[in-house]
């Protein structure tokens, strides 16, 4: 499972003392070769945090040999020397493992406007490196939580080749501490290229449609490293169908681990003119307030479904609106459809049917509902 | 005060029994003349509720004589027949009034997806032409409540005219319950045009910069009528002044009425390059739940701050970004500024102040905090 399912990887994860807490902070994980293919997707908040500033221009080479990740500072909006910060993080582990500094990728995850404890840091690196191992994964996986309540790793197997993946993150940025981090790995012979392709199809239908809270990280990063251990270079169409399924269960399990959430709620657009117009409607519906709230307290309020696909600019007429809750249509031709008391919302997941009677395209969303949870995890403790 | 301090003007509020509760729920507002003339503006939501329609229409013709607003049922979602609905009121006031159907405004507030009561409606009709009084503008103003805890009036003197108003809402959408409806009144001789042209300009930089939770109504509906009956035609300036006091004020008090809110958070976003990249900064500020849950926490989050920025599209450096939050520069070019445990957090009132460096335009916006309270009323009671 984890990082470490494929061939070629090691990983290790430790208490490096960045977070008060005492709990497992550092994860590396490390691309043992032959190949050091790599792909990458970050953030489009253009406000950055110093280590996807530093990560993208590594990705730039196609090669990454390393990926240093920690929790317990997020080292955005850090300025100058937060960027120094990551630099000396990527020299101190080009040096522990012989590597080139401009080979490894640094992403982080925790507080931002803090500057990251940089002597417990660099040390963590030496211990975390004493410490790599073929069966480090779930390790790795571990020491990258913040207000997550598991840890997540995914694995699909090809015909002789493996992709496995781990993510962190609780919502789409938790409080006070940011961020969703992804770290796939193959033993697939696949080149940079081949990786993109497949990294940005496969993100692209599934963690860029999660929406937990509509809240965007600064340091949101996923990573896929390729190490061709297994000396089998697959079709392209398995190999991303392989990457999409890693992505996709692992998008599941952030909504599934939401802070405070009571509910997944699986937003399906249909008969859209555009699959960008069954994105933006998908996405307007996620983010209002009062329908994640009316699906918190178990109401199909269909009307607010109705009041979210009106502020989009997508093709519709609001006189042949359809609308399912739970696959009870509640609301036909923009006006009251089936009974609503037929809605049972007894269980976590809460699925709504959007049909926009348009065209044919369409768009899944996953998000969550808005509890009083949420709320005081985002507002109790200061950050 | 209200929609009677303006003279030539009679209005009437009455318990119809449209709401269970036995609360008033109807009122009326009458222009005596001898000028007609009306201006409204309405909605951006494409989902607009029958009387919204109705009353688009009536507005045309740029003459009101007389509006009938409900509370208990937004008529909004209802097809065909919540149309018919509305048509149905419009002629029942011409009845009762004397006037034409085409010229009677209509505005519902109240659930959506729900068919109005019509035999109450309609005989309430009847008894509140029956109440119309110069003296009748707070009653007016009580009948449109829905969540509002209190009723909402304000007024402006010119020079000889006066231009007053009432408004309900409790946030920009209330739960299971639509809409902010506003009624001004003046009795300053101003065309349609003129009324027009005010009425415009006042909301553009006032209720349109309300931000309550981020949902749109299907029902909004702000309308200036003028009576003309001061026998005194003033200076455009200083009646689009008045008229943008008048709505300055009341939408001041839809905030301070918000549900569930614990802070009126004021996002002043300056040295823009333009006023919509202004605009779009301060709303996507406004919209962060996030940050909205910290400022409920009185927790002077400034990296919730930058994050928000950071997702529009807005002319800026990340480097020269600068957040005050209660007038502390807690960030500094993108980066750590003054100790954030100067920010003194204790009031109500929030103060924002998000400049870009990248300009000299400006724009203000009034938001809510995210509190558990919100998410209770808006959950725990069916709709």
Redesign the interface.
């Known amino acids: 499972m984890s990082v470490t399912a494929a061939k070629g990887f090691t990983a290790a994860g430790i208490a490096a003392g960045i977070k008060d807490s005492g709990q497992p902070d550092l994860a590396l994980v490390v691309n043992q070769g032959p190949r050091l293919a790599a792909a990458g997707v970050f953030t489009?908040?253009?406000?950055?945090a110093a280590p996807v500033l530093w990560s993208q221009q590594v990705l730039k080479g196609g090669q990454v040999s390393a990926v240093v990740l920690n929790s317990g500072g997020?080292n955005?909006?850090?300025?100058p020397?937060?960027f120094q910060d990551t630099h000396a993080t990527a020299e101190k582990a080009a040096q522990a493992l012989g590597h080139s500094a401009a080979e490894i990728a640094i992403a982080s995850t925790g507080?931002?406007?803090?500057r990251l404890p940089m002597d417990e840091l660099l040390s963590g690196i030496d211990k975390a490196a004493a410490e790599l191992s073929a069966h480090g994964g779930e390790k790795a996986a571990i020491a990258i939580k913040t207000t997550d309540t598991v840890h997540k790793t995914a694995v699909a197997e090809g015909d002789g080749w493996t992709v496995g993946g781990m993510a962190k993150g609780a919502g789409m940025?938790a409080?006070?501490l940011?961020t969703m981090l992804v770290v796939l790995t193959t033993d697939a012979d696949v080149d940079a290229a081949g990786l993109d392709t497949a990294l940005r199809s496969a993100t692209r239908t599934t963690f860029d449609r999660v929406d937990s809270?509509?809240?965007?990280?600064?340091n949101d990063t996923v990573l896929l490293l390729a190490s061709g251990a297994s000396g089998v270079t697959p079709e392209q169409d398995a190999f991303a169908e392989a990457v999409r399924a890693v992505c996709d269960d692992l998008a599941r399990q952030l909504i599934g681990d939401a802070e405070g959430a009571s509910k997944d709620i699986r937003i399906e657009v249909i008969n859209a003119a555009t699959e960008d117009d069954a994105v933006e409607v998908g996405r307007s519906i996620a983010?209002?307030?009062?329908l994640k709230?009316?699906l918190?307290?178990e109401?199909p309020?269909?009307?607010?479904v109705?009041?979210?696909?009106?502020?989009?600019s997508a093709a519709?007429d609001?006189?042949k609106?359809n609308v399912a809750i739970n696959d009870v249509w509640v609301?036909r031709?923009?006006?009251?459809g089936d009974d609503r008391d037929l809605v049972d919302m007894r269980y976590r997941e809460v699925r709504i049917t959007a049909d926009l009677s348009a065209g044919s395209e369409t768009a899944t969303i996953w998000a969550n509902d808005?509890?009083?949870d949420?709320?005081?995890?985002?507002?109790?403790?200061?950050?």
């Open positions: 489009a908040n253009r406000v950055k997020a955005a909006c850090t300025g020397e937060g507080l931002i406007g803090v940025l409080p006070g940011a809270d509509g809240c965007m990280s600064t983010r209002n307030n009062l709230c009316a918190h307290g109401d309020n269909w009307g607010r109705l009041s979210a696909i009106g502020t989009t519709f609001p006189d609106l609301c031709n923009g006006s009251v808005l509890t009083a949420y709320v005081h995890e985002n507002s109790a403790y200061s950050s």
